[in-house]
């Protein structure tokens, strides 16, 4: 017994000897692919040295003796902390994930190909300006250098992913980081999903319930629409089919509609500040991940130093200040997507139906490579108005008919881009007017441009609008029949049709997704905008000061209170507060009770640390569902977050919306106060199944975690411990310190699309600026910058914005020193 209780301990011993032994093996490995600061490095592809700075909070200063050596530096700097980051982005805008994650990506690739924007991004290199051009260059030999130097020193394959996924790393080129851009495009925009959604809705509900569920964005414009079976044709289709899944792979850059892009961003002119000089401040919404998408980066240019949030991959300081300037962006929320269905000809199916009889399709093949699995050869088919796409994107099977395909148009899909020119040229700017009219070449994703100089602020919004016919059937809000020559782009419109203010008559201007211009249609910009809550907030904290600062502009982007919450709990407990004689202890009545009395007390902030904002959106949430699911059936689950003019009109019964209330399968007659006190016992049953029956315990950020997960390794088990960053936060839906929920079923408010890069500028001291990002700076789990910046940006803390580089060597964690070879 005693032999073999020895033997027992001695392989107990053995086995932990040798998983230590392992993860030091692994951890040699991953740490050679840290990047050295400080150090001195010969390369090819510069004409002087450069210096990388890095401050102590490892944001590079990149200083040069001309601005191709720059972007070089710039490049070398974003393969050093995000390499990985890097070859994914440029494999997922290519369509070719699934050479490296298998099947499981497929359907990524499959629509990625079928849009072919590599092959835009690729033709689009020419139109560039001479200096973008070279700019381009030196950025991609910035990137090849870090490859090749990590090749020839055996740096750790420069990332620690890679020594999972071991393919061959190609070289970056200029169309590269042009594709970049589209594929931002592509994941701002939600257009083409509220298409599909609202014809698919419009199928079950009466048009005037399917106003209440998706209104216009409120104020001037079309009241009334056809529905999709009066634009389309009869015939044989799927109508009322249930929802088939979306891909949901953590690097499908198709987004939920939901969860598309999103932000704010402000301005004030001197006449309005308390310091006499301009004031800006910008806060993008993107979705969460680790490393954040944002990477923060000073370049000392020809024209002057410019710093603030870069995007990997691409060479442009997309928001940040110069000397002279300041600008952020905000999503427009323009309509640049049209799905339009296209008619085979019945006779022969390679051609389609044109306004002038039939036309063949352009097409072309193309070979996915998959790992561990047989390569796949679509067909590529293209129409006049745009790429044919497959019916499982976004559930447009539920829409199609037999003899018909769907197309997109969209203003992304441009073979003469020249957003990145346009960008360069921004940079360069060095006030308000010349910023505007520098964007005006922007293509897309269309933003509402936030400038502001010493002298003054202005908006605009850039990017392509196009130009539809006024007899459009259905003004570009559901798919239409593309052989009908009136739904037809008919080009893009003029800059100078763009929304556009420059000098504010009450001197600040902002936007946060609202509604920015009441022109009428085609002119309009869009139907359906990303806010009509958070402005109400700004727009009252703007007003309550007449002079703003620095602060009180930090202040606004970290605020917390719930307008909708406000304006809500009135309506849907208004028959509910304090009625009724106490209930005894542990029954559904006293929890309701006591549920009511903690919401009655509250002011609406979605704090981290208060019980109520969770009580609330578990409340709301559970009231839509009741609200919709009996009208919608299966269709219901498409409705994943609270729409809150939808419940403010059933609660002011606008136009008759009080409908919803009642059950439709039911006999009785139910009331709104009935869903809404039936909505808040199934939110308290929830409550109590998951989080225990102490309400006035429970903590919003305790279920408001921001989830900064790696895309990749973030579901591996142990790993996911090392790479995911998870944070208690405030904010919500609705507030413009702005957490987006999940609408997940199994965490429905997880926090997961919000500000990833703050800034605020102050022009009468630009060197008080300050900005932060989400994580850190690097990429690597195993670096003290991974998530340094992230415990900051919690708080509610930022970092300095200087363009002092004797600041940035004073406080300078290493300077690279990269030298001509």
């Not at 390499?83 to 805008?93: A, D, E, G, S």
């Not at 257009?191 to 104020?219: I, K």
């Not at 009509?532 to 620095?550: D, E, G, K, P, Y």
Request: net charge negative.
């Amino acid at each position: 017994m005693l032999s073999i209780t020895k033997w027992v301990f001695r392989l107990f011993v053995g086995v932990c000897v040798c998983c230590i032994m392992a993860v030091g093996v692994l951890y040699m490995f991953a740490s050679r692919s840290l990047p050295d600061y400080d150090a001195d490095v010969a390369l090819s592809g510069i004409t002087a040295p450069v210096e990388i700075v890095r401050d102590n909070a490892n944001v590079p200063h990149i200083v040069g003796s001309n601005d191709k050596d720059v972007f070089f530096g710039l490049g070398y700097a974003h393969a050093q902390d995000r390499l990985w980051q890097l070859i994914t982005m440029r494999r997922t805008v290519q369509g070719r994930l699934s050479e490296v994650f298998g099947p499981e990506t497929l359907p990524i690739d499959r629509v990625l190909r079928r849009l072919d924007l590599y092959t835009l991004a690729t033709q689009s290199v020419s139109v560039q300006t001479r200096e973008t051009l070279a700019a381009l260059e030196a950025y991609s030999a910035g990137i090849n250098a870090r490859l090749s130097q990590i090749n020839a020193d055996a740096l750790g394959r420069g990332a620690p992913e890679l020594f999972l996924f071991s393919n061959q790393i190609a070289p970056w080129q200029p169309a590269d980081s042009i594709a970049l851009i589209k594929l931002m495009a592509l994941q701002g925009t939600t257009h083409l999903e509220q298409e599909v959604l609202r014809a698919r809705t419009s199928l079950v509900l009466s048009n005037e319930r399917m106003l209440d569920l998706l209104p216009d964005t409120p104020g001037k414009g079309l009241a009334d629409l056809p529905s999709f079976a009066e634009v389309m044709p009869q015939g044989s289709t799927r109508v009322y089919a249930a929802s088939t899944p979306k891909p949901q792979h953590p690097l499908s850059p198709f987004r939920p509609r939901d969860l598309a892009g999103a932000s704010n961003a402000w301005a004030a002119a001197p006449s309005r500040s308390a310091t006499g000089g301009s004031l800006l401040a910008s806060d993008p919404h993107l979705a969460f991940s680790s490393p954040s998408i944002w990477y923060l980066a000073r370049l000392e240019l020809a024209s002057g130093g410019i710093i603030g949030g870069t995007i990997p991959g691409i060479p442009l300081v997309l928001m940040g200040r110069s000397a002279a300037l300041g600008w952020g962006l905000t999503a427009s929320y323009a309509d640049d997507q049209d799905l339009v269905f296209e008619q085979l000809n019945p006779d022969d199916p390679t051609q389609y139906r044109t306004p002038n009889g039939f036309a063949q399709f352009r097409t072309r093949d193309s070979i996915i490579n998959v790992k561990d699995a047989p390569s796949e050869t679509l067909t590529l088919r293209w129409t006049e108005n745009g790429p044919v796409l497959p019916p499982e994107h976004y559930n447009l099977g539920t829409l199609m008919r037999d003899g018909y395909v769907a197309a997109l148009n969209w203003t992304a899909l441009s073979p003469k881009d020249t957003s990145m020119s346009a960008g360069m040229a921004l940079m360069m700017a060095k006030s308000v007017q010349g910023a505007a009219d520098a964007a005006q070449t922007f293509i897309a994703p269309s933003q509402n441009l936030m400038l502001a100089d010493s002298n003054g602020v202005g908006m605009v919004t850039i990017g392509a609008l196009p130009a539809r016919d006024a007899r459009h059937q259905t003004k570009g809000r559901l798919p239409s029949p593309g052989w009908v020559a009136q739904n037809r782009w008919q080009g893009i419109l003029p800059p100078e049709a763009s929304p556009r203010i420059l000098t504010p008559e009450g001197g600040i201007i902002g936007n946060t997704n609202n509604k920015v211009t009441d022109a009428a249609f085609p002119n309009h910009v869009s139907f359906t905008y990303g806010d009509t809550q958070r402005i109400t907030r700004w727009a009252r904290l703007m007003q309550s000061r007449q002079v703003h600062t620095r602060d009180s502009f930090i202040e606004a982007q970290l605020d917390t209170i719930s307008v909708t919450a406000r304006t809500i709990l009135p309506l849907i407990g208004a028959n509910l507060w304090f009625t009724g004689p106490p209930a005894p202890a542990g029954t559904p009545e006293r929890q309701r009770q006591r549920a009511l009395t903690l919401l009655a007390d509250w002011n609406g902030e979605m704090n981290e640390h208060l019980p109520e904002p969770l009580i609330y959106s578990a409340w709301v949430k559970a009231l839509q569902t009741r609200l919709i699911r009996d009208e919608l059936g299966p269709l219901h689950t498409e409705f994943t977050h609270v729409e809150p003019i939808f419940l403010e009109r059933v609660y002011r019964d606008i136009d008759g919306a009080a409908a919803w209330c009642d059950v439709v399968q039911s006999a009785p007659l139910e009331t709104c106060e009935d869903m809404a006190r039936l909505a808040l016992d199934d939110a308290i049953i929830w409550i109590n199944e998951r989080y225990g029956t102490a309400l006035e315990s429970l903590r919003w950020g305790d279920v408001h975690q921001a989830t900064h997960d790696h895309p990749v390794l973030g579901e591996t088990p142990i790993l996911r411990h090392v790479v995911n960053i998870r944070q208690s936060t405030s904010g919500g839906d609705n507030t413009l310190m702005r957490g987006r929920t999940s609408g997940d079923p199994a965490d429905p408010f997880h926090n997961v699309h919000g500000a990833g890069y703050r800034g605020v500028y102050d022009f009468a001291d630009p060197d008080s600026s300050v900005f932060i990002i989400s994580t850190g700076q690097s990429g690597h789990p195993l670096s003290r910058h991974y998530d340094d910046l992230g415990v900051l940006w919690r708080r509610g803390e930022y970092i300095p914005m200087s363009l002092n580089l004797d600041l940035a060597r004073a406080g300078a964690t290493g300077v690279t020193r990269l030298l001509p070879r």
